[in-house]
């Protein structure tokens, strides 16, 4: 202590240092200044870097050509959101992501629900996290082994195929991959946890107590569940169904690999722009913008609609 | 536990067993996987008559492979040097004194982390058109960079929101300025967030398709050459690969959740 007090340590002599004293005593000399200096950089980096992205997209969007050739005029223009209107080959993915994200995102609380409900409520603290850890290591492994994986699983030779067949159920391999199907089962596998940890932690917060009053007052398994854990969870389940959605529309790699022509999503035709090297980047960069607002005020949309339904609940 | 568990032991057993269902649903797929890279013949598909190691040591030979785990690991490693430094810089100054535009600043802060994925991917790849950014490694490590920042920022933040503002205060009293004070009392306080952020951040990057995919050069990451593989066919050889690449992230991933939960019980 008494060698910090002197000012012998790194520290002590730096504060010490004429320079280094000036410039300190110049940006700390009122706390709007020093607050200023600290606040400059974060604002910069998140106006050019997580804005600016997304307003260059809708820059874009509205103009004629990108990247400008030379000596060609670039014009503003909103003939790229036209012509996702023209023709169905362009909105028809579009609405197939709306709505295979809605029934994915669904079905992954269907599924995830019971799970986070037995891990909050029937397994001790002390193995809470052994239990959930488990299924955090799938986790971690990244989307497209995860995919693959369900490839070997689904596959015509598959292990799922090879069991039905061996139990006698089946003569011929079922078709399942490049389906609805093989692609849902895909993307409830990528998601499920984005959805199991925000259920796990509104179902950790419900006490206990209110379960057993409500059986003590004669309430069976199910009125239960439908009068006291589903209200009370709701915004667990609101903000799980937002993130798993967003998610889902999101995914390139999964629905290429998984589904087949029938089950092109919204995703594949944006990229389908990008790939080609004639001047297309504007109509990309307008359906991103058009799948962005859209999945945007769906889920804006939704949680309003929980938030209205848990107010209803309270009264 | 429930203290009257005769209550309920019904849903008990019934909610067990969809908890193991789950785990062999999540389990089953990669074990199949793994499994698979064994199997001596070029066809993936049940069932496996005859045994090798030789798609594993094809692995290690491959020098593309190998080059091309060292190059993820590079993006991840500079993305999340990247990521942990603007992170820690805006979670301290949202986490600081309340001003004016303060949820907005925020909302443009967690941006990021909830646009779609192939959406993100195109908004990255024009700007660094825009911006002059070559499609390759650069275009990638600012990407990943930028898209792992949110995460960074909200765990720092939760972390800070419990600093005891009176070491700081007493570091203050003692004559150190707000430099040294962050220095010396925040910062080794905020360690362990920073080491979770950090592996959290590395994984993201190392698992990247969509971002790496639309930024990338000639040369493949991980993920990339995987995906490419598979576009020319389904192969025991990419099942190696994998498994090696699952092994790897699995296992720092259990080895950080471990790590951090221990410092966090220490501190």
Redesign the interface.
């Given at each position: 202590m008494t060698e910090e007090?002197s000012g012998r340590t790194f520290?002590g002599r730096?504060?010490a240092w004429g320079p280094y004293h000036a410039l300190?005593r110049l940006t700390?000399a009122s706390?709007r200044r020093?607050?200023l200096i600290?606040?400059a950089?974060?604002?910069l980096?998140?106006?050019t870097?997580?804005?600016?992205?997304?307003l260059?997209?809708i820059r874009?969007s509205l103009t004629d050509a990108?990247?400008v050739a030379q000596g060609v005029e670039q014009n503003f223009t909103l003939d790229n959101y036209a012509r996702f209107f023209g023709d169905s080959i362009f909105w028809m993915p579009f609405f197939r992501t709306l709505i295979f994200a809605g029934v994915f995102t669904f079905c992954t609380l269907i599924?995830?629900y019971?799970?986070a409900?037995?891990?909050a409520?029937?397994v001790?603290?002390k193995n809470q996290?052994l239990?959930l850890?488990?299924?955090?290591?799938?986790?971690?492994?990244?989307?497209?082994?995860?995919t693959?994986?369900?490839?070997?699983?689904l596959?015509?030779?598959?292990?799922v195929n090879?069991l039905l067949k061996s139990l006698g159920l089946i003569e011929r391999p079922i078709p399942f991959m490049y389906t609805s199907f093989s692609m849902g089962v895909g993307i409830v596998?990528l998601t499920?946890l984005y959805m199991l940890l925000p259920l796990y932690s509104a179902l950790e917060k419900l006490p206990?107590s209110m379960?057993?009053a409500a059986?003590d007052l004669g309430a069976g398994?199910w009125t239960r569940f439908r009068r006291v854990s589903l209200p009370l969870t709701i915004e667990g389940i609101s903000s799980g169904c937002t993130l798993v959605f967003?998610?889902s529309?999101?995914?390139?790699?999964t629905p290429?690999?998984l589904g087949g022509p029938s089950t092109t999503v919204f995703?594949e035709t944006?990229?389908g722009f990008?790939h080609v090297a004639g001047d297309e980047?504007p109509t990309?960069?307008a359906f991103?913008t058009i799948?962005?607002a859209a999945?945007l005020v769906l889920t804006a949309t939704f949680q309003k609609l929980m938030s209205a339904l848990r107010k209803g609940e309270k009264q | 536990?429930?203290?009257?568990p005769e209550?309920?032991r019904?849903?008990?057993i019934?909610?067990?067993c969809?908890?193991w269902a789950?785990?062999l649903?999540?389990?089953?797929?990669?074990i199949?996987?793994v499994v698979?890279g064994f199997k001596d013949s070029k066809?993936?598909?049940?069932?496996i008559r005859s045994w090798t190691l030789d798609w594993y040591t094809g692995v290690f030979a491959d020098a593309e492979v190998l080059s091309t785990f060292g190059y993820s690991t590079a993006i991840a490693v500079l993305s999340t040097l990247i990521s942990v430094f603007?992170g820690i810089?805006?979670a301290?100054?949202?986490e600081?004194?309340r001003?004016w535009g303060r949820t907005a600043?925020f909302g443009?802060?967690v941006?990021?982390a909830?646009?779609?994925?192939?959406?993100?991917?195109?908004?990255?790849?024009?700007?660094a058109?825009?911006l002059g950014i070559e499609p390759g490694m650069g275009a990638i490590v600012w990407a990943h960079a930028?898209h792992n920042?949110p995460f960074v920022v909200l765990v720092v933040m939760a972390r800070l929101s419990t600093l005891p503002r009176s070491q700081i205060e007493a570091a203050r009293d003692?004559?150190?300025?707000?430099?040294?004070s962050f220095?010396?009392i925040t910062l080794p306080y905020l360690v362990p967030a920073i080491l979770g952020a950090s592996i959290f951040c590395l994984?993201l990057s190392?698992?990247?398709?969509?971002r790496s995919?639309?930024l990338g050069g000639y040369e493949p990451t991980l993920?990339v050459l995987?995906?490419a593989k598979?576009?020319s066919g389904?192969s025991p050889e990419?099942?190696a690969i994998?498994t090696i690449?699952?092994i790897l992230?699995?296992a720092?991933?259990?080895w950080a959740?471990r790590f951090t939960?221990r410092m966090n019980k220490e501190t």
């Open positions: 007090s520290w730096l504060a300190m700390t706390p020093q607050f600290l606040a950089f974060p604002i980096w998140v106006l870097q997580h804005l600016g992205p997304m260059q997209m874009v990108y990247p599924i995830t019971p799970v409900y037995f891990l409520r029937h001790s603290r996290m239990f850890l488990l299924l955090l290591i799938p986790f971690w492994v990244g989307e497209i082994v995860r693959y994986a369900i490839m070997i699983l596959g015509n030779t598959g292990a090879l596998y499920a206990k379960n057993e059986a398994a967003l998610i529309t999101g995914f390139y790699a290429v690999l995703a944006i990229a990008f980047w990309g960069a991103a799948m962005f999945a | 536990m429930n203290d009257r209550l309920f019904g849903n008990r019934f909610l067990a969809v908890y789950f785990v649903y999540v389990f089953v797929p990669l199949l996987m698979m066809f993936i598909g049940f069932p603007v810089w805006i301290v100054m949202l600081g004194r001003f600043v443009m802060t941006l990021p909830l646009v779609p994925g192939i959406i993100s991917a195109i908004a990255f790849r024009i700007y058109r825009w930028v920042v003692l004559g150190a300025d707000p430099l040294i220095i010396r994984l190392f698992d990247d398709f969509v995919f639309f993920p995987i995906f598979l576009r389904m990419i099942n994998a690449a699952l992230t699995a720092i991933g259990i959740e939960r």
